[in-house]
């Protein structure tokens, strides 16, 4: 079974600091990665996507991959209380409709 | 932005009914998939469609079926609901590309079986 595993926290942060959010997976030929935002009661949203090790930024949203340790994060910097969600890592496969989801990290960010 | 729209958002319903939950897309993606989600849980696919007349099971045994005659509708039908199949259901779509394999999701119908 390939697997997607995050820390379901939740974890927390003050206002203005950095969250750093995990995810790991099993499966070596994945080639596709995302971060979803969810907020309670509301479906998922895309916020970042990476196809490449590296880092990938995008506002206050950085998303880093390296795919010999099989680890993507999401950073966010300057964290605000609107950010307090649950944070879905999802991972698809090279030509594979196949998109598997983590079962999410709660962030919370304390004013 | 994405354009996905399912319909009911609520249903309350009793057990033994038959529902159909909708979903459309107006984006012209070929992709399109069902989701569970339990409140604080994880997704579960149930279903997803490669194009017109593709109707593929997912991970998660479910009693409902799908279809898709037309390329901006996936229908999700319950046959006979049952409390167990109250949650959450999600439909999202894709589109092969560039940005290959990014899911936009809709905003969901909440199910619940009395």
């Known amino acids: 079974q390939k697997e997607v595993e995050q820390n379901s926290g939740p974890l927390s942060v003050p206002e203005g600091a950095i969250a750093s959010l995990n995810c790991t997976y099993s499966?070596?030929?994945?080639?596709?990665f995302f971060w979803y935002r969810q907020y309670s009661g509301k479906s998922p949203e895309l916020i970042m996507s990476i196809y490449s090790n590296g880092d990938k930024e995008d506002g206050r949203f950085t998303a880093q991959l390296n795919k010999a340790s099989q680890y993507v994060s999401l950073l966010i910097r300057d964290s605000q209380p609107s950010d307090s969600a649950t944070y879905l890592c999802?991972?698809?496969?090279?030509?594979?409709?196949?998109?598997?989801f983590g079962a999410g990290t709660r962030l919370t960010v304390k004013p | 932005e994405a354009d996905i729209y399912q319909t009911p958002r609520y249903l309350v319903i009793g057990t033994g009914k038959k529902i159909t939950l909708e979903c459309s897309q107006t984006?012209?993606?070929?992709?399109m998939y069902w989701y569970q989600q339990d409140p604080g849980m994880e997704l579960h696919l149930i279903h997803y469609s490669y194009g017109v007349n593709s109707t593929e099971k997912g991970d998660l045994s479910s009693e409902s079926t799908v279809s898709r005659i037309r390329t901006e509708h996936f229908p999700l039908t319950l046959e006979s609901a049952r409390p167990s199949h109250t949650s959450q259901y999600l439909c999202?779509?894709?589109?092969?590309?560039?940005?290959?394999?990014?899911?936009?999701f809709g905003p969901g119908t909440r199910l619940t079986v009395t």
């Open positions: 999802a991972v698809t496969e090279e030509n594979n409709n196949d998109m598997r």
């Open positions: 999202a779509s894709s589109e092969y590309g560039l940005a290959d394999y990014e899911q936009y």
């Open positions: 499966d070596r030929g994945s080639q596709s």
């Open positions: 984006m012209g993606h070929d992709k």
